[in-house]
């Protein structure tokens, strides 16, 4: 339940505001993830770090951009968004062993409104 | 092009009925396939992981099923409770040299008293 953590919880932002959403992981993982989520659509994986490194970036607008300090935190740094960036963005973490393939321990996500 | 088709989008079902869920994939190399239950306001909880060469797998009460040859999986809901209203995310893995994750949109369950 409390493994991996988000913050904020709910996000309002408009279009012009810098904000930054965090994720902490206590579970002893070298792999986080940034995923979003929006209504009746797939997950999209935005940013893979391993071992604090970004192995993977699907092709996610520079508006969005990562930052990995440790193992156990991950940031996303968020600056002129635009409407359609409103959604859920979910914070995963898993051992980093297998990769992507690992099993992933999500957190709650923040739910983001881009006014 | 690798898809994972869900069906049906929605569903109600009344408490203590069965339900199944079926998630058809078009994903080639194939590595393995998962179930992951969404509470509303919650991040998704792996149920299940099913590889090529498993038919079925449980977890209390819920069972997967996969088809290897015809290229889909269910999820079985046994009794179902009301703390099973969630959707249900099935993603499948690819592995080609270079892992890939294939999700699907969900089937949102409702279950009424």
């Known amino acids: 339940e409390t493994g991996v953590t988000q913050t904020p919880r709910h996000l309002v932002m408009g279009m012009t505001n810098k904000k930054s959403l965090k994720c902490e992981q206590h579970?002893?993982?070298?792999?986080m993830y940034w995923y979003k989520q929006s209504a009746k659509k797939p997950l999209e994986l935005m940013f893979v770090?391993?071992?604090?490194?970004?192995?993977e970036n699907n092709s996610v607008p520079s508006r969005f951009s990562p930052e990995c300090p440790n193992s156990s935190h991950l940031f996303l740094h968020l600056h002129t968004l635009q409407p359609e960036d409103s959604a859920l963005y979910l914070c995963?973490?898993?051992?980093?062993?297998?990769?992507?393939?690992?099993?992933?321990?999500f957190g709650p996500g923040t739910r983001l409104t881009v006014l | 092009k690798n898809q994972v088709e869900q069906s049906p989008q929605s569903l109600i079902i009344l408490e203590g009925k069965n339900c199944t869920l079926q998630?058809?994939?078009?994903?080639?190399?194939?590595?393995?396939l998962r179930w992951y239950k969404q509470d509303t306001g919650r991040g998704p909880v792996s149920l299940t992981i099913?590889?090529?060469?498993?038919n079925t797998k449980s977890n209390g009460r819920y069972t997967a099923t996969l088809d290897a040859d015809t290229k889909q999986s269910s999820l079985h809901i046994t009794a179902s409770q009301l703390s099973d209203s969630a959707s249900y995310i099935c993603?499948?893995?690819?592995?080609?040299?270079?892992?890939?994750?294939?999700f699907g949109a969900g089937t949102r369950l409702a279950v009424h008293p």
């Open positions: 995963a973490s898993s051992p980093g062993l297998a990769g992507i393939a690992d099993t992933q321990y």
């Open positions: 579970l002893g993982h070298n792999a």
């Open positions: 770090y391993n071992f604090k490194e970004q192995t």
């Open positions: 998630c058809n994939y078009t994903v080639s190399p194939f590595s393995n």
């Open positions: 099913m590889t090529f060469s498993e």
């Open positions: 993603v499948v893995i690819s592995s080609g040299g270079y892992n890939k994750l294939i």
